[in-house]
């Protein structure tokens, strides 16, 4: 879908999804950075609108990721099964390239590592009226500037912007739901919402 969608708009792929039609598999945007010479590598990104219409997006385990660019993601209206959302962004003496946007209605079920995840973003990202439930934990996250894991980033959270609120900015997170079928987890506030 991301191949045949169009522009529109802002927006250079405006993808508009099907009700009731499962689609499989994950969009990276942008960048990645690479951890031996910390540079960024791969295209640039692209202004994206995911319209779902109450589509079924089953991302097998991976993700849709807006990484290392100064481009807008904004998604709604979708179901989310077995993989996550993430915005990525670096403020470096090399680099300044931090995404922006929205995730707004949409429906998050057994996310891999977390629902949504906000790594050196923040001023300018809006996630409203989402829902997540059963954030699987798939072990440590690694760390974007050298690949290795790290225990100070535990995965099987709901929600998960950037600690670093304060050089990123701010997102404004209104109207969240998130819930673990498991009473051991679900009356753990770190597993809803947890800024690393």
């Not at 598999?25 to 951890?35: C, F």
């Not at 057994?110 to 072990?139: E, F, M, S, W």
Request: charged share 15%.
């Amino acid at each position: 879908m991301y191949d045949l969608a169009q522009p529109q708009d802002e927006f250079q792929k405006y993808i508009n999804l099907e009700t009731g039609v499962t689609y499989t598999g994950g969009l990276l945007i942008g960048k990645t950075l690479n951890p031996i010479n910390h540079l960024l590598q791969g295209n640039e990104g692209l202004n994206v609108k995911i319209v779902g219409n109450g589509a079924i997006l089953d991302l097998e385990g991976s993700q849709i990721c807006i990484s290392y660019c100064n481009n807008i993601l904004e998604i709604e209206d979708c179901i989310i099964l077995n993989g996550n959302i993430r915005f990525r962004g670096i403020n470096s003496d090399t680099a300044t390239q931090i995404p922006t946007g929205n995730v707004k209605y949409v429906t998050f079920y057994k996310p891999h590592d977390y629902a949504i995840r906000l790594q050196g973003t923040g001023g300018g990202i809006v996630l409203d009226r989402n829902l997540a439930v059963d954030a699987i934990n798939t072990g440590f996250d690694f760390l974007f500037i050298n690949g290795t894991a790290n225990s100070w980033l535990p995965t099987g959270i709901n929600f998960a912007p950037s600690i670093q609120a304060g050089f990123y900015g701010t997102p404004e997170i209104t109207n969240n739901w998130s819930y673990f079928s498991k009473e051991s987890e679900n009356i753990d506030p770190l597993k809803h919402f947890t800024f690393l």
